[in-house]
């Protein structure tokens, strides 16, 4: 079970028992918690990198 939290400003907050995929269907490495991007700022997809910040995201 996975628990996904929306951080406001911010990334999701996922944390559980992760399978991620890219676009090919291929494993992204990733922990039993992650910060997925939601402003499409990020350099690291999927991840969140703080970008949002000096993007001044609102969501
Ligand atoms: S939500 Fe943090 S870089 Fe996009």
């Known amino acids: 079970m996975a628990n996904i939290n929306i ?3 911010g990334p999701y907050q996922i944390q559980g ?3 991620i ?3 090919d269907g ?3 490495d990733c922990s039993e918690k992650v910060f ?3 402003c499409g700022q990020t350099s690291n997809t999927p991840f969140c990198d ?3 910040k000096a993007a001044n995201f609102k969501g």
């Open 50 to 52: 703080g970008s949002h």
């Open 17 to 19: 028992d992760l399978k």
């Open 21 to 23: 995929k890219d676009g």
């Open 26 to 28: 291929n494993p992204v």
């Open 7 to 9: 951080l406001k400003n």
């Open 36 to 38: 997925l991007c939601r």
